[in-house]
Protein backbone atom coordinates (compact mmCIF):
# COMPACT_ATOMS: atom_id res chain seq x y z
CA UNK A 1 0.00 0.00 0.00
CA UNK A 2 1.44 3.71 -1.10
CA UNK A 3 1.57 6.01 1.66
CA UNK A 4 -0.53 8.76 1.74
CA UNK A 5 0.97 11.92 0.10
CA UNK A 6 0.62 15.33 2.28
CA UNK A 7 -1.91 16.77 0.18
CA UNK A 8 -4.20 13.96 0.27
CA UNK A 9 -3.82 13.93 4.10
CA UNK A 10 -4.81 17.35 4.06
CA UNK A 11 -8.00 16.90 1.44
CA UNK A 12 -9.03 13.81 4.13
CA UNK A 13 -8.43 16.15 7.13
CA UNK A 14 -10.96 18.39 5.28
CA UNK A 15 -13.31 16.20 4.87
CA UNK A 16 -13.56 14.69 8.41
CA UNK A 17 -14.00 18.30 9.20
CA UNK A 18 -16.24 19.10 6.96
CA UNK A 19 -18.61 15.80 7.95
CA UNK A 20 -17.66 16.37 11.69
CA UNK A 21 -19.37 19.49 12.22
CA UNK A 22 -18.77 22.02 14.80
CA UNK A 23 -22.04 21.73 17.12
CA UNK A 24 -23.74 24.05 15.29
CA UNK A 25 -27.12 23.20 13.56
CA UNK A 26 -26.70 25.25 10.47
CA UNK A 27 -24.41 22.90 8.11
CA UNK A 28 -22.52 24.67 5.30
CA UNK A 29 -22.85 23.59 2.24
CA UNK A 30 -19.86 21.70 0.99
CA UNK A 31 -17.40 24.08 -1.70
CA UNK A 32 -17.60 23.72 -5.22
CA UNK A 33 -16.03 20.57 -6.41
CA UNK A 34 -13.02 20.63 -8.75
CA UNK A 35 -13.19 19.58 -12.12
CA UNK A 36 -11.26 16.99 -13.17
CA UNK A 37 -11.27 14.28 -16.59
CA UNK A 38 -8.50 12.36 -17.53
CA UNK A 39 -8.35 12.13 -21.99
CA UNK A 40 -5.55 9.85 -22.46
CA UNK A 41 -5.05 6.61 -21.93
CA UNK A 42 -8.78 5.48 -21.59
CA UNK A 43 -9.88 3.52 -18.67
CA UNK A 44 -8.82 -0.11 -19.08
CA UNK A 45 -6.35 0.54 -21.95
CA UNK A 46 -4.01 -2.01 -22.82
CA UNK A 47 -0.59 -1.33 -23.88
CA UNK A 48 2.76 -3.16 -24.80
CA UNK A 49 4.99 -0.04 -23.57
CA UNK A 50 6.68 0.31 -20.37
CA UNK A 51 4.83 4.13 -19.88
CA UNK A 52 2.29 6.11 -21.23
CA UNK A 53 1.73 9.55 -21.29
CA UNK A 54 -1.42 10.54 -19.01
CA UNK A 55 -3.15 13.61 -19.68
CA UNK A 56 -6.68 15.29 -19.35
CA UNK A 57 -8.71 18.58 -17.91
CA UNK A 58 -9.04 20.26 -15.14
CA UNK A 59 -11.20 23.25 -13.65
CA UNK A 60 -10.38 26.08 -12.37
CA UNK A 61 -7.30 26.18 -14.16
CA UNK A 62 -5.25 26.77 -11.67
CA UNK A 63 -5.68 23.54 -9.94
CA UNK A 64 -2.88 21.34 -8.84
CA UNK A 65 -3.15 17.55 -10.14
CA UNK A 66 -1.50 14.67 -8.46
CA UNK A 67 -0.99 11.19 -10.15
CA UNK A 68 0.37 8.39 -8.16
CA UNK A 69 1.55 10.37 -5.38
CA UNK A 70 3.50 13.02 -7.75
CA UNK A 71 3.02 16.55 -8.87
CA UNK A 72 1.64 16.36 -12.88
CA UNK A 73 2.33 20.12 -14.85
CA UNK A 74 -0.75 21.84 -15.55
CA UNK A 75 -0.83 24.39 -17.82
CA UNK A 76 -4.19 26.18 -18.51
CA UNK A 77 -6.45 23.77 -17.07
CA UNK A 78 -4.71 21.26 -19.14
CA UNK A 79 -2.10 18.38 -17.06
CA UNK A 80 0.17 16.06 -18.31
CA UNK A 81 2.54 13.36 -16.93
CA UNK A 82 4.36 10.54 -18.31
CA UNK A 83 3.41 7.03 -16.19
CA UNK A 84 5.40 4.02 -15.87
CA UNK A 85 4.26 0.27 -16.31
CA UNK A 86 5.08 -2.81 -15.20
CA UNK A 87 3.48 -5.79 -16.82
CA UNK A 88 -0.22 -6.62 -15.82
CA UNK A 89 -2.57 -3.58 -14.42
CA UNK A 90 -1.56 -0.83 -12.82
CA UNK A 91 -4.49 1.56 -11.38
CA UNK A 92 -3.18 4.83 -11.53
CA UNK A 93 -5.00 7.74 -9.03
CA UNK A 94 -5.46 10.80 -10.09
CA UNK A 95 -6.34 13.99 -7.61
CA UNK A 96 -6.82 17.23 -8.29
CA UNK A 97 -6.81 20.54 -5.57
CA UNK A 98 -8.08 23.69 -5.58
CA UNK A 99 -8.28 26.65 -2.90
CA UNK A 100 -12.10 26.77 -1.63
CA UNK A 101 -13.07 23.75 -3.48
CA UNK A 102 -13.75 19.95 -2.63
CA UNK A 103 -10.72 17.92 -4.24
CA UNK A 104 -11.64 15.21 -6.93
CA UNK A 105 -10.39 11.98 -7.40
CA UNK A 106 -10.20 9.39 -9.89
CA UNK A 107 -8.40 6.38 -10.70
CA UNK A 108 -7.60 4.54 -14.17
CA UNK A 109 -6.38 1.33 -15.09
CA UNK A 110 -3.72 0.18 -17.58
CA UNK A 111 -2.53 -3.04 -18.62
CA UNK A 112 0.69 -3.59 -19.68
CA UNK A 113 1.10 -6.97 -21.85
CA UNK A 114 4.58 -8.42 -22.16
CA UNK A 115 5.60 -9.10 -25.67
CA UNK A 116 6.82 -12.57 -26.72
CA UNK A 117 9.40 -13.09 -29.74
CA UNK A 118 8.65 -16.06 -31.85
CA UNK A 119 11.33 -18.73 -31.40
CA UNK A 120 13.23 -19.97 -35.00
CA UNK A 121 11.73 -23.37 -34.91
CA UNK A 122 12.95 -24.29 -38.65
CA UNK A 123 14.31 -27.43 -39.10
CA UNK A 124 12.75 -28.70 -35.77
CA UNK A 125 10.42 -31.84 -35.36
CA UNK A 126 6.72 -30.41 -35.77
CA UNK A 127 6.36 -32.14 -32.39
CA UNK A 128 9.23 -30.16 -30.88
CA UNK A 129 8.51 -26.76 -32.38
CA UNK A 130 5.05 -26.92 -31.17
CA UNK A 131 6.06 -27.79 -27.73
CA UNK A 132 8.82 -25.05 -27.93
CA UNK A 133 6.34 -22.70 -28.87
CA UNK A 134 4.05 -23.67 -26.13
CA UNK A 135 6.29 -22.92 -23.39
CA UNK A 136 7.06 -19.67 -24.99
CA UNK A 137 3.21 -18.54 -24.56
CA UNK A 138 2.08 -18.90 -28.21
CA UNK A 139 -0.82 -20.52 -29.58
CA UNK A 140 0.11 -23.11 -32.84
CA UNK A 141 -1.86 -24.47 -36.27
CA UNK A 142 0.89 -26.87 -38.22
CA UNK A 143 -0.03 -26.95 -41.52
CA UNK A 144 1.15 -29.63 -43.52
CA UNK A 145 2.91 -29.21 -46.93
CA UNK A 146 3.73 -32.86 -47.52
CA UNK A 147 2.24 -33.75 -51.39
CA UNK A 148 1.92 -37.37 -52.39
CA UNK A 149 5.13 -37.71 -53.82
CA UNK A 150 6.76 -36.21 -50.75
CA UNK A 151 5.37 -38.92 -48.37
CA UNK A 152 7.14 -41.38 -49.90
CA UNK A 153 10.54 -39.78 -49.20
CA UNK A 154 12.18 -41.55 -46.68
CA UNK A 155 13.27 -38.49 -44.37
CA UNK A 156 11.23 -37.02 -41.80
CA UNK A 157 8.92 -33.98 -41.91
CA UNK A 158 10.47 -30.77 -40.18
CA UNK A 159 9.61 -27.07 -39.82
CA UNK A 160 10.29 -24.94 -42.71
CA UNK A 161 9.00 -21.61 -41.47
CA UNK A 162 6.59 -19.61 -39.34
CA UNK A 163 4.13 -16.83 -39.48
CA UNK A 164 4.61 -14.62 -38.11
CA UNK A 165 8.42 -15.04 -38.54
CA UNK A 166 11.18 -16.25 -36.24
CA UNK A 167 12.19 -12.78 -33.53
CA UNK A 168 8.88 -11.00 -34.35
CA UNK A 169 7.59 -9.47 -31.26
CA UNK A 170 4.00 -10.76 -30.34
CA UNK A 171 1.48 -10.81 -27.43
CA UNK A 172 1.13 -13.69 -25.20
CA UNK A 173 -1.57 -16.39 -26.76
CA UNK A 174 -0.95 -15.24 -30.57
CA UNK A 175 -1.05 -17.91 -32.80
CA UNK A 176 1.83 -18.87 -34.71
CA UNK A 177 1.45 -20.65 -38.40
CA UNK A 178 4.12 -23.47 -38.72
CA UNK A 179 4.73 -24.83 -42.04
CA UNK A 180 6.03 -28.38 -42.33
CA UNK A 181 7.58 -30.40 -44.89
CA UNK A 182 9.56 -32.89 -46.11
CA UNK A 183 11.61 -30.56 -48.70
CA UNK A 184 11.54 -26.96 -47.48
Not at 69 to 79: E, Y
Amino acid sequence: MRPLTVTALATLAGLAGVTSGCGSDTAEPPPPRVQLSVSSPRDSAVVTTDAVQLSGRVRPPEAEVEVLGRPADVSAGRFSTRVALEVGTTVVDVIATAPDRSPSLTAIRITRQALIEVPDVSGDSPEDARRQLVAAGLAVTIKDFVGPLEGLLPVDTTVCGTDPQPGTKVTRGTTVQVSVAKLC
